[in-house]
């Protein structure tokens, strides 16, 4: 099989936009279900840099299994030695490939959270103390999930993935700015009507340097602010439980009644700690190349003319709001004309409509 150069394009954007690898830096690339070939092209893309190049090679099949008996001793371990190396690292890269995306579906709650408890203070570690970035790798099950065939499910890939994302960077941070002024923010369409706080919490521009696919701004709402209903549009899977038509009512910050599809499966997972009926994460989505959802969290809170409202854990020392749990859910609302429209208005200045930034100085982010 020929070799396909989009690969190596990748792999350079990975090291040398999004974590910036320098010389004599160390680096953790991470490999899921992903073929050795992307992690070659990492290890060489690395080298070049001259940064030393580490590898782990995961799968998904093994983590389930691992996941499904493990004990609490067992993933303190693990976790010890995983915080080490992670110590050890100046940068991160992931590369997410998955052969089913329920993989973990069968894996007891209780299971679930022994493991994401444990393993808490490598991932806050990682996010917290290096430059990190994670993506996704296509797979047929990904083209599925979009209604693709493979072919033009890689092209789509690439081109979301080889983004000229520092061409956006000057409207990020103008939209960034406006978030971190703002304390009201009211937003509202088909079945939502929204409102709540920003005051004194710092937004971030995210432009390729963490996630990819990436695009998309974020922060959260004060803890006890939010006030109202908000109806999701798009479907979404949380640790394998694929849910639709998710609505949420909020009062004094929390999530006081929550239905779906599966409304049972829903409230399970809010009740997992008391953070988890409160907001961590609120971001608009704006990668004009990723118009419609696939239940793939990472392009989907991408999605041109998106927000993601997220229930459980604040992303620590960063936009963080206080709020802490073992949940942390992106789900996705899309207000373009096509999905229903809607506002998003910041201390009653409309700042977006159907999708759509209506001030000249974020024009560049519409698609």
Not at 112 to 123: G, I, L, N, S
Not at 156 to 177: G, Q, S, T
Not at 182 to 193: L, S
Request: glycine share 8%; proline share 4%.
């Amino acid at each position: 099989m020929l070799h396909d150069p989009r690969i190596d394009d990748l792999a350079r954007q990975l090291v040398n936009y999004s974590v910036e690898l320098k010389k004599g830096d160390k680096v953790l690339i991470e490999v899921y279900d992903a073929p050795d070939e992307m992690a070659v092209a990492l290890i060489r893309a690395a080298r070049e840099a001259g940064a030393t190049p580490f590898v782990s090679l995961r799968r998904a099949a093994v983590a389930r299994e691992l996941a499904m008996h493990g004990t609490g001793e067992q993933y303190e371990i693990a976790a010890r030695h995983a915080l080490g190396e992670m110590q050890d690292m100046d940068a991160y890269i992931a590369v997410r490939g998955s052969h089913n995306i329920t993989e973990m579906v069968d894996v007891p709650a209780s299971q679930m959270k022994m493991v994401m408890e444990k393993m808490r203070p490598v991932t806050n570690y990682r996010v917290g103390q290096t430059r990190w970035v994670v993506l996704r790798w296509p797979t047929p099950a990904m083209a599925q999930q979009a209604s693709m065939s493979t072919e033009a499910f890689e092209d789509f890939y690439f081109r979301v993935c080889l983004l000229d994302y520092a061409a956006l960077v000057p409207a990020m941070e103008k939209l960034r700015d406006h978030m971190s002024a703002a304390d009201q923010v009211h937003i509202t369409g088909p079945g939502t009507d929204l409102k709540f706080s920003l005051k004194g919490l710092q937004a971030i521009a995210c432009g390729g340097q963490r996630n990819i696919p990436d695009g998309e701004c974020y922060s959260a709402p004060v803890r006890d602010s939010v006030e109202g209903v908000l109806s999701y549009n798009t479907p979404t899977i949380y640790q394998g439980q694929a849910l639709d038509n998710v609505s949420l009512e909020f009062e004094k910050g929390k999530i006081v009644k929550a239905e779906a599809n599966n409304t049972g499966a829903i409230n399970k997972i809010l009740d997992s700690d008391e953070g988890a009926r409160y907001i961590g994460e609120f971001a608009i989505g704006f990668n004009r190349e990723i118009m419609h959802p696939m239940r793939d969290i990472l392009f989907d809170e991408k999605i041109a003319g998106s927000f993601h409202f997220t229930p459980g854990q604040a992303y620590e020392g960063v936009a963080d709001n206080g709020n802490r749990s073992q949940v942390h859910w992106d789900m996705v609302c899309i207000q373009r004309e096509d999905y229903g429209g809607g506002e998003i208005r910041f201390d009653g200045r409309l700042i977006r409509k159907d999708g759509r930034f209506v001030l000249p100085e974020l024009e560049e982010l519409n698609w």
